[in-house]
T-cell receptor, first 113, second 113 residues
């Protein structure tokens, strides 16, 4: 069956350093991979997505890398700030007719001031 | 803010009761998805509504049902509540049923006692 999982449950990073959050997936048929950020008491917030025919995509301070050979996804956050502290979920979606997003269990990012 | 609002924010129900949760989607969005997020877990897809019709469903029993109205707002109904139904229920709206960018509300925290 399909699954999306994360390597580390908690990541502590010094403010100003770069953060890398990793994710493994098992469904080779996934068309899209998405990173969400969830702060305490809030719903998940879309950060960035990447199609399966790409291996890298950049946003504002964030970069997502996709390695389909080893079914690995990562989110890089440059110059991590205290406001980046949250739980980060990788998720996958097929390009089917409906908006089912399959989430992993999440990585908690703690930014040390 | 995402423009997706959910009500109520918190709710306590007794096992066996029924509950209705509400969601107003973002302006211009015709698709609403519902997710259940247990504590410490990623959200799990319940179902999606597109133009007032159920458009896809996850692995949830029939006692989880929904509605979407002409203004694209939505309800999630859960009958015969069980203790394991205690969770954060998230609503997400999107511009169409197949896109990747979904905007989540803050959720309704349901506690079943």
């Amino acid at each position: 069956g399909e699954s999306v999982g994360l390597h580390l449950p908690t990541l502590s990073v010094q403010e100003g350093d770069n953060s890398i959050i990793n994710c493994a997936y098992s469904n080779s048929a996934s068309d899209y991979f998405i990173w969400y950020k969830q702060e305490s008491g809030k719903g998940p917030q879309f950060i960035i997505d990447i199609r399966s025919n790409m291996d890298k995509r950049q946003g504002q301070r964030v970069t997502v890398l996709l390695n389909k050979t080893v079914k690995h996804l990562s989110l890089q956050i440059a110059a991590t700030q205290p406001g980046d502290s949250a739980v980060y979920f990788c998720a996958e979606k097929n390009s089917g007719g409906y908006q089912k997003v399959t989430f992993g269990t999440g990585t908690k990012l703690q930014v040390i001031p | 803010e995402t423009g997706v609002t959910q009500s109520p924010t918190h709710l306590i129900k007794t096992r066996g009761q029924q509950v209705t949760l509400r969601c107003s989607s973002q302006s211009g969005h015709n698709t609403v998805s519902w997710y259940q997020q247990a504590l410490g877990q990623g959200p799990q897809f319940i179902f999606q509504y597109y133009r007032e019709e159920e458009n896809g469903r996850g692995n949830f029993p029939p006692r989880f049902s929904g509605l979407q109205f002409p203004n694209y707002s939505s309800e999630l109904n859960v009958n015969a509540l069980e203790l394991d139904d205690s969770a954060l229920y998230l609503c997400a709206s999107s511009r169409d049923r197949a896109g990747t960018e979904a905007f989540f509300g803050q959720g309704t925290r349901l506690t079943v006692v």
